[in-house]
Structures are given as structure tokens and as C-alpha cells.
């Protein structure tokens, strides 16, 4: 595809949903917070200087491995050209939701993942950044889960894009976040 397309592509899904993106999570140029209490599948905590490429890191906030099909496609569909295109790029991607380390250990065995997939059980990153989806009160199974967002962070932790839509049933293509990053250079 052409730089241009990819261009507009990007531009589209950037500003697709700008208020929702104004008020979901941190803003493009700012720092991102930190990691709070984030394992992998195998129960290490992580960084996200540790996580990052030489160009930086493209985290993607998901619902769950385990009862959103949403999220589980998104994740497949992700692993299947994701890694190889963006560490051709410089960068890595991560993925984070409020599941446990041994349900992402399980999905990731299971459908071969080859990025990190990391928990956040206390949902305490996801609050950091503000993404936690107000729609679910305590009694539900999906309350502390994460708005769906991607983000793309440089390794000096600043926000350099963010990917979204409003509702939780779309998700950016892998071309989109591709485009975003090209449209950085």
C-alpha cells in the first residue's frame, strides 16, 4: 500500500472518535505512567523500558483472554503479522488486560502467542492510565477491565499516538497502527 494511504488511514482512526480519545486515557505527547504491579504469563513483573524496541513500545489495552471474543481476535489477529512488521520498525508489542497471569498463559499457549501478554489483576495500571471502563459496577465479572485502546510509546515513555474506537466491538486493523507509526518518522 502507498505511504499516502497509509497516511489517511491512520489520520482516520487517530481522530475517528476525538472526544472519546480526549477523555480515554493518556494524551499523545504526554508521559506514560508506569507499569503498576503488570506481570507477564510467567509472573514477572515488567517495564516498559524493558518491553520497548530501539523505537519504542505499541501497548495495547484488551478486555480479556478468557470471555471477550472481541479481544481474542483481535489478539490472533495481531500475532499473525504484528511482531515481525513493527520489530522491522524498531518496535515491540505488549498487550495488557485485568486477567490473571495463568488464563494469558493458557490463551497464549493455546493460540501460540509471541508477544508479551501481561496482568494486571488489581486493574492498577489500568487506572493509571484511565482506562478503565466505567460502564461495569463490582459485582460484575468485567468490572476493572480496560477501554480497548492501543497506544504507541517511545522509549522515553512519552505517548506518541493513540489508537481507538468508541465501543469495545471494533478495533483498530494492524494497518492503522502501522500507518500511525509511519506517519511519525
Not at 41 to 64: E, N, W, Y
Not at 122 to 145: C, F, K
Amino acid at each position: 500500500m502507498s505511504r499516502v494511504f497509509h497516511l489517511l488511514l491512520a489520520m482516520v482512526f487517530l481522530v475517528a472518535a476525538p472526544t472519546f480519545a480526549a477523555v480515554t486515557g493518556p494524551a499523545v505527547g504526554t508521559v506514560a505512567p508506569a507499569l503498576v504491579g503488570a506481570v507477564d504469563a510467567k509472573g514477572d513483573m515488567q517495564t516498559l523500558s524493558g518491553l520497548s524496541g530501539k523505537q519504542g513500545l505499541v501497548l495495547m489495552f484488551f478486555r480479556s483472554a478468557s470471555w471477550c471474543p472481541y479481544c481474542k481476535a483481535q489478539l490472533i489477529t495481531m500475532n499473525a503479522d504484528a511482531p515481525a512488521q513493527l520489530a522491522r520498525r524498531g518496535y515491540k508489542l505488549a498487550a495488557l488486560s485485568y486477567d490473571s497471569p495463568e488464563v494469558l498463559a493458557k490463551f497464549a499457549a493455546e493460540r501460540r502467542i509471541g508477544f508479551t501478554l501481561l496482568s494486571d489483576e488489581g486493574s492498577r495500571t489500568i487506572d493509571a492510565y484511565g482506562l478503565r471502563d466505567p460502564q461495569y459496577p463490582a459485582e460484575s465479572r468485567a468490572h476493572g477491565v480496560p477501554q480497548p485502546v492501543i497506544l504507541v510509546i517511545a522509549p522515553n515513555g512519552r505517548v506518541r499516538a493513540k489508537l481507538m474506537e468508541e465501543g469495545y466491538k471494533t478495533r483498530p486493523p494492524l494497518e492503522a497502527v502501522l500507518a500511525a507509526i509511519d506517519s511519525l518518522r
